[in-house]
């Protein structure tokens, strides 16, 4: 209000002077009135001279120089051209940053490809030229999924939103492999990154091979030397002294089998890299045949008990399901005293089906949790030994859940037991609905 008064004021005195140059013109010759009225006219007219001068300038300000002005235009003149270089002046730094940015994401080795809420292409830096086949100029503002027809790429950007990836091979070009990325950003925006990642699969493909061949292999002559301790150990000819190391070979020959049969397991599951359709699986039945096998093992807690809350079943392959359950039933079996209590579970709700396994063992630390699925990782390696296992039961737990569209959780204290519990998706439920 202040600035507005001071410029009313400005403006007032600035018509007042005039007026007052007019009325002593007028004086002169006894034309007050007029001589007031010619001297705003041509106040007036000099006012409209400067303005068309200041917009013939902005018209023209690239090659016209501003006009030379004073007072109250000068000062309008010299605040556009502040405003202009000023302008000038970040429009530069601008396009620079832009220039950086262009340089920088054609200089990383991902492909990057920005998309609106309509899956338009805005934008595409130069390695999305060779990974995804885009051509600059003529692919921009065509949506995505038109020019990417690979059914599992058109699944995958369809998705519910968020932060996902696949890695696809190329039928255009088969021998490369690509780990794509979308991820949204700003008002419906997503970038779609592509990374190629042949070496890691080839390297990650012969890595199955050997184990599954090395496994497969190993399998005979393991065969024909569990055979011959067999037939030792049973042979009563044998001196009393040999018959501890005999069955020490075989219990150790066992180990060795089972192994290789784990070996083999996730190989397999490796081997498939869709998820499982499979048919209907009967869950409780499966899961009753497990109870029975777990009160044949040798070594079991006093009490293995059955909660079957639901009589619904899975969509799934049974043998992988089979070995998932059985694996967290035999550890649990194996870790549990011989007094103790193992507790089974199955149950639906709104958020699908559910299986669990708790026992009261002595639990497991929880800086142990977080990596128990890798292969080969043991909390204990003696008791391990001890109990022959492998160390590969909960990686093929993971890996035939993943399968499944499921997930593995564990909940574990020292003290307190362990309870491990499989979740499956809704999408995952088939049969009679729950008790």
Not at 322 to 351: C, M
Request: with cysteine.
């Amino acid at each position: 209000m202040f600035e507005i008064g001071k410029l009313i004021a400005f403006v007032a005195g600035r018509l007042l002077l005039v007026a007052g140059i007019g009325a002593l013109l007028g004086l002169l010759f006894a034309k007050v009135i007029p001589g007031i009225l010619l001297a705003l006219a041509v106040a007036l007219a000099w006012q409209w001279i400067e303005l068309f001068r200041l917009a013939f300038w902005l018209r023209h300000r690239r090659t016209a120089d501003p006009p030379e002005t004073f007072g109250l235009w000068s000062e309008v003149g010299a605040a556009i051209v502040r405003l202009h270089r000023r302008k000038r002046f970040h429009k530069a730094r601008m396009l620079a940053v832009l220039r950086e940015l262009r340089e920088s994401t054609s200089a990383l080795p991902d492909g990057v490809v920005v998309l609106n809420s309509a899956r338009e292409i805005l934008w595409f830096n130069e390695p999305a030229n060779s990974l995804l086949g885009l051509r600059r100029g003529r692919d921009q503002g065509i949506r995505i999924d038109n020019l990417l027809r690979q059914p599992e790429i058109q699944e995958f950007l369809v998705r519910a939103p968020g932060d996902r990836s696949l890695i696809v091979r190329m039928e255009r070009d088969r021998e490369r492999w690509l780990l794509l990325r979308l991820v949204p950003f700003g008002e419906g925006r997503q970038l779609l990154l592509a990374r190629d990642v042949t070496e890691t699969q080839q390297l990650a493909t012969v890595r199955r091979d050997f184990v599954a061949n090395a496994s497969h292999e190993l399998r005979t002559p393991l065969t024909v030397i569990a055979g011959y301790l067999e037939a030792l150990d049973t042979d009563p000819e044998v001196p009393v002294a040999l018959r501890g190391p005999l069955s020490e070979m075989r219990r150790q020959s066992d180990r060795m089998r089972a192994l290789l049969d784990d070996l083999l397991s996730l190989a397999k599951l490796d081997a498939s890299e869709a998820e499982i359709q499979g048919a209907p699986v009967d869950v409780p039945e499966l899961l009753q045949q497990l109870q029975r096998d777990a009160k044949l093992l040798a070594t079991r807690p006093a009490t293995i008990e059955l909660s079957v809350d639901s009589a619904q079943g899975i969509l799934g392959d049974r043998a992988m399901l089979h070995s998932a359950f059985w694996n967290l039933i035999e550890n649990a079996a194996k870790y549990t005293p011989g007094d103790g209590a193992v507790q089974l579970r199955w149950w639906v709700d709104a958020d699908g089906g559910h299986f669990s396994v708790t026992d009261n063992g002595p639990g497991i630390a929880p800086e142990h949790i977080p990596r128990l699925t890798e292969r080969f990782y043991r909390v204990d390696a003696s008791r391990n030994r001890e109990t022959g296992g492998t160390g590969l039961g909960l990686a093929i737990v993971k890996h035939a859940l993943h399968k499944h569209d499921a997930r593995l959780e564990i909940r574990s204290a020292p003290g307190d037991g362990s309870c491990f519990a499989c979740h499956f998706p809704t999408a995952r439920l088939s049969g009679a609905h729950g008790n």
